[in-house]
């Protein structure tokens, strides 16, 4: 484990919703926070972040929803990383997430899902966490 | 370890019992009383010009704002049915939504669009989708906006323009707006989101195109609004949406007029579609100060000699980003009061945004609440019973002034750089969003944006449930399948021949109006997705997944 490496996170939207408001600051406030962020902007697809994950060797993998597509787009994300074998590759979430889906979603191996009104704190403190812990 | 943000907050709060600062939202800074002297100038009457205090002169006594929350998802047999239960409850006009990959000119069968599928608003495709969404629902009696911007709004009205001629509805009764739009229909002016599947200056040719062919055969109908709404919605501040947005209605009058229209016959038809935020007293002043220097624009500089050209009619939407997922029932009060800045302001029409707007699209029961708020304000509160009310507050003179003054400031530098559409392709209004949106983090993370029981007052143990709407997996399917089908079992040949002879006349003559030859690939079943790609295909674009 890299304990003194910056930790890099790719962050993009997947589908073609383009609300990005949230992921933008978000963006920043990881930045700010000694983060390397990796912004793949709008329009991915679950093939074109895996591949980008792969490219860039991320730590994780951080995507931001808002019209209901989240559960589609997150089964084919979790199953081509299954396939490619990158299931070490942390998934975070967040946005316009249901509360019903929340645990559907963390079952399917999700490791955060920050919806609107997270606090800035809430999310450095949960993700320097994740790193930290034991394999 | 570092202290919670919320300790922090409320601890500073708490020992003054003060807000954090005196300013509006967009930095302007509130005086601790305003006298007569803040007041300057004559206050004239509303509905003279430059209109401050309203476009018309009896405003709501004469008749109410429009109700017009926006609807939209799935089919649009469901969403027709949406629009009978709103107008059941008293919503008084339409505003459709159709989904994201109708937005963006991709067919479902894509297999970029196959995820947002009737998530977002409506799925619209073919000429049976339109006939299908407004069945029973009068095209002369009900005002109808459709909720959709250029290159699509092309294809979407000659879809209408259809419907009406089988319902046998003349086109100069047609009341209604197309937004129209492509810098700020889809989600605002930022870069990657209007770019990507359509070039921006050919979306404007043809925005042009629908306004030009509808100018000319629909008189009543609104050819553009300008989406200041969406402006806002990107994080920038009342200051900029008012800037931004009058500066793009410039751009189009000024493209209409090179295209040999006057500007007394088509600028009556074009309509904005503003935020209000939950700064009240500035919302109300910005939206007043819209209508001043609208005015003034059209008559000075455009040399517009009708009055209505000269009108800044507006819709608005109460704005979603005070909204929050934390206590949901907040939210009501929240629009509540966006609403009555809206009534207060003097707008046309009012979307009062749901309450489970953190959550998803707006259930039947939340949609009703946003018409009963609206209703509660209109006929219970007496405040629509004199014109303009707060008209010569001190306040509020002075800080429409003062929005006046810095709006102005920012068209000029707008206008200086060669116009909205130009700071647009040269990324400077992306820098301004990307700006603001991190201010907009800095102000949540230090509460100089409070937002109660989110960073003030938080309570961790709140567990409100509200009721939230559904989608369905399985409709998804079934949509994508039956328009594969469709595909596949039409009559091949009239198609193939009219997207050819759509595709040869952007090829040959790619400032040609291309409305008539949209129409006729529309008639001949052509999809949406169709019509696009052989558009996309005559200029050379090449968009993802092709």
């Known amino acids: 484990m890299e304990k003194y490496g910056k930790k890099r996170i790719l962050l993009g939207k997947m589908g073609l919703d383009a609300h990005d408001n949230g992921i933008v600051v978000v963006a920043k406030w990881l930045l700010d926070s ?19 994950a792969i490219q860039e060797g991320v730590d994780a993998i951080g995507c931001s929803f808002l019209g209901g597509e989240h559960l589609y787009y997150t089964r084919r994300l979790i199953d081509l990383m299954n396939e490619k074998h990158i299931d070490k590759i942390k998934l975070i979430l967040g946005g316009v997430i249901p509360p019903e ?3 559907e979603l963390k079952n399917l191996g999700v ?16 993700l320097n966490n994740l790193f930290n812990e034991p394999e | 370890m570092k202290e919670k943000e919320t300790m922090k907050i409320e601890g500073s709060y708490l020992e003054g019992e003060r807000v954090p600062n005196f300013k509006t939202l967009s930095g302007i800074e509130y005086k601790e009383v305003y006298t007569p002297e803040d007041v300057t100038g004559a206050l004239e009457l509303p509905g003279d010009y430059p209109f401050t205090r309203g ?7 004469g008749r109410l704002w429009t109700r017009r929350q926006q609807s939209g998802y799935r089919s649009a047999e469901e969403s027709n049915e949406r629009i009978k239960y709103l107008l059941s409850v008293g919503q008084t006009g339409i505003n459709m939504d159709p989904d994201l990959p109708t937005h963006l000119a991709l067919d479902p069968d894509d297999p970029l669009a196959q995820g947002d599928v009737g998530l977002q608003g409506s799925s619209l495709v073919i000429l049976d989708d339109m006939i299908d969404l407004y069945r029973d629902i009068p095209l002369d009696q009900i005002s109808n906006t459709m909720i959709v911007e250029a290159p699509t709004s092309a294809v979407i009205i ?19 707006t197309i937004m129209n739009c492509p810098l700020t229909q889809f989600v605002g002016p930022t870069y990657q989101a209007i770019t990507t599947f359509f070039p921006i200056e050919y979306a404007v040719k043809i925005a042009l195109d629908v306004m030009e ?41 000024r493209r209409l007029i090179e295209r040999g229209l006057e500007v007394d016959v088509f600028a009556p038809r ?10 009240f007293f500035e919302e109300i002043a910005k939206l007043r100060a819209m209508r001043r220097i609208w005015a003034r624009i059209m008559k000075e500089k455009f040399r517009a000699k009708n009055e209505r050209s000269m009108w800044f009619r507006t819709a608005c939407q109460t704005s979603a980003l005070p909204l929050t997922a934390q206590e949901p029932l907040n939210n009501i009060v929240r629009a509540g009061i966006q609403t009555l800045a809206a009534v207060l302001g003097g707008v046309q029409s009012i979307h009062t945004t749901g309450y489970d707007e953190a959550f998803s699209l707006p259930t039947e029961e939340s949609h009703k609440l946003s018409i009963r708020t609206q209703q509660i304000i209109a006929y219970e509160t007496s405040v629509v019973k004199s014109v303009d009310p707060l008209g010569g507050s001190y306040l509020l003179e002075r800080l429409t002034d003062e929005l006046e003054e810095q709006i102005l400031e920012l068209l000029k530098v707008i206008e200086d750089r060669g116009g909205f559409l130009q700071c647009f392709l040269d990324r400077w209004v992306e820098d301004q969003i ?19 029981g989110v960073n003030l007052f938080r309570d961790e143990r709140d567990s409100t449930k509200i009721s939230i709407f559904r989608h369905s997996d399985e409709w998804q399917r079934q949509r994508i399948q039956e328009i594969i089908d469709h595909k596949k079992n039409r009559r091949q040949e009239p198609i193939q021949r009219a997207l050819e002879g759509l595709e040869s006349q952007v090829r040959k003559t790619p400032e040609e109006n291309c409305i008539e030859a949209i129409m006729q690939a529309v008639e001949d079943g052509a999809t949406l997705g169709e019509i696009m790609d052989a558009i996309r295909r005559a200029i050379d674009f090449k968009r993802p997944g092709l």
């Open chain 1, 34 to 52: 000694g983060f390397e962020v990796v912004y793949a902007g709008l329009y991915n697809s679950p093939e074109s972040l895996v591949q980008t």
């Open chain 1, 101 to 103: 889906d929340v645990n």
């Open chain 1, 111 to 126: 490791a955060h899902i920050f919806t609107p009104g997270t606090l800035r704190d809430t999310i450095i403190e949960a």
């Open chain 2, 55 to 61: 476009i018309h002169k009896t405003m709501y006594r």
């Open chain 2, 158 to 176: 000659a879809q209408y323009l259809l419907l009406a001629r089988r319902r046998g509805t003349p086109w100069e009764k047609l009341i209604g």
């Open chain 2, 213 to 253: 062919y509808m100018i000319q055969r629909a008189p009543r109908w609104n050819i553009v609004n300008i989406n200041a709404y969406n402006i806002r919605e990107t994080g920038v501040n009342a200051i900029q949406e008012a800037a931004f947005a009058l500066a793009i209605a410039q751009d189009y009058v």
């Open chain 2, 270 to 279: 074009i309509g904005f579609f503003s935020a209000v935020h939950i700064d």
């Open chain 2, 434 to 452: 990307t700006k603001m949106r991190y201010q907009l983090g800095e102000n949540f993370v230090s509460g100089q944006q409070p937002v109660i």
